[in-house]
T-cell receptor, first 112, second 111 residues
Framework: KAGVTQTPRYLIKTRGQQVTLSCSPI?????VSWYQQTPGQGLQFLFE???????NKGNFPGRFSGRQFSNSRSEMNVSTLELGDSALYLC???????????FGPGTRLTVL | DAKTTQPNSMESNEEEPVHLPCNHS???????IHWYRQLPSQGPEYVIH???SNVNNRMASLAIAEDRKSSTLILHRATLRDAAVYYC????????????FGTGTRLQVFP
C-alpha cells in the first residue's frame, strides 16, 4: 500500500493570505489527524476526522479548519496567515481503532 | 491529559543496546503507552505500544513497570539508522485519537 501523501511539500505565503494543505491517507484508513510541528512548541495536535466528521480538536484558533471527503482524503485550511504559523504540518492516518498512526512527510509552510 | 517525562538526549554506540526511559506517574488505568520516533526530515513513525505487559516487536521491546508509572523502550542493537527523536506518549486506545507529544529524547548513535 502507498503511504500517507501530503501536497504540497513546501509552500511560501505572506501574512494575511490563506492556505490549503492536502492529505491522502493510506488506502482503507478512515481516520485522519493533523499536527503542527514547530521548534518552539514541538508537535501539537490540530484535529482529527473520521468518516467526514471532526471528532477531536486541539487548542488552535478558528483560523485553522479542516474537512474530510468521502474518499477519506482531508484538507486543512489556515486563513489570515501569521508569521507564527510557519511550521511543518503533518497528517497521519489510522485504520479504524487499530493502534499506531502512520504519518506523512509533512508540508513545510513558511509565512513571510 | 497525563504527562510524560523523558531525558532530553541520550547517546549510544552502534550495536549496543539502548534503554530509553519514560516517566508517567499520573497515568490512568485506561491509558496505553505508545512510542513513536521521528527520523530527521521525516514524519513520526509508530514504534510500539503496550498497556500492562511487556511487549516485543521487530523494531523494539517495551518494558512497563509493575505500577505503570514508568516504562522503557529497548533497542536491542542500535544502528546509525536509529538516530532519531523518541517520543513516549500516553493515549486512550479507543475510537478517538489524539496524540500528545512531549519533547522526546534525542538519541545519537555513534559508529
Amino acid at each position: 500500500k502507498a503511504g500517507v501523501t501530503q501536497t504540497p511539500r513546501y509552500l511560501i505565503k505572506t501574512r494575511g493570505q490563506q492556505v490549503t494543505l492536502s492529505c491522502s491517507p493510506i488506502s482503507g484508513h478512515r481516520s485522519v489527524s493533523w499536527y503542527q510541528q514547530t521548534p518552539g512548541q514541538g508537535l501539537q495536535f490540530l484535529f482529527e476526522y473520521f468518516s467526514e466528521t471532526q471528532r477531536n480538536k486541539g487548542n488552535f484558533p478558528g483560523r485553522f479548519s479542516g474537512r474530510q471527503f468521502s474518499n477519506s482524503r482531508s484538507e486543512m485550511n489556515v486563513s489570515t496567515l501569521e508569521l507564527g504559523d510557519s511550521a511543518l504540518y503533518l497528517c497521519a492516518s489510522r485504520e479504524g481503532d487499530a493502534p499506531g498512526e502512520f504519518f506523512g512527510p509533512g508540508t513545510r509552510l513558511t509565512v513571510l | 491529559d497525563a504527562k510524560t517525562t523523558q531525558p532530553n538526549s541520550m547517546e549510544s554506540n552502534e550495536e549496543e543496546p539502548v534503554h530509553l526511559p519514560c516517566n508517567h506517574s499520573t497515568i490512568s488505568g485506561t491509558d496505553y503507552i505508545h512510542w513513536y520516533r521521528q527520523l530527521p526530515s521525516q514524519g513520526p513513525e509508530y514504534v510500539i505500544h503496550g498497556l500492562t505487559s511487556n511487549v516485543n516487536n521487530r523494531m523494539a521491546s517495551l518494558a512497563i513497570a509493575e505500577d505503570r508509572k514508568s516504562s522503557t523502550l529497548i533497542l536491542h542493537r542500535a544502528t546509525l539508522r536509529d538516530a532519531a527523536v523518541y517520543y513516549c506518549i500516553l493515549n486512550l486506545l479507543r475510537n478517538t485519537d489524539k496524540l500528545i507529544f512531549g519533547t522526546g529524547t534525542r538519541l545519537q548513535v555513534f559508529p
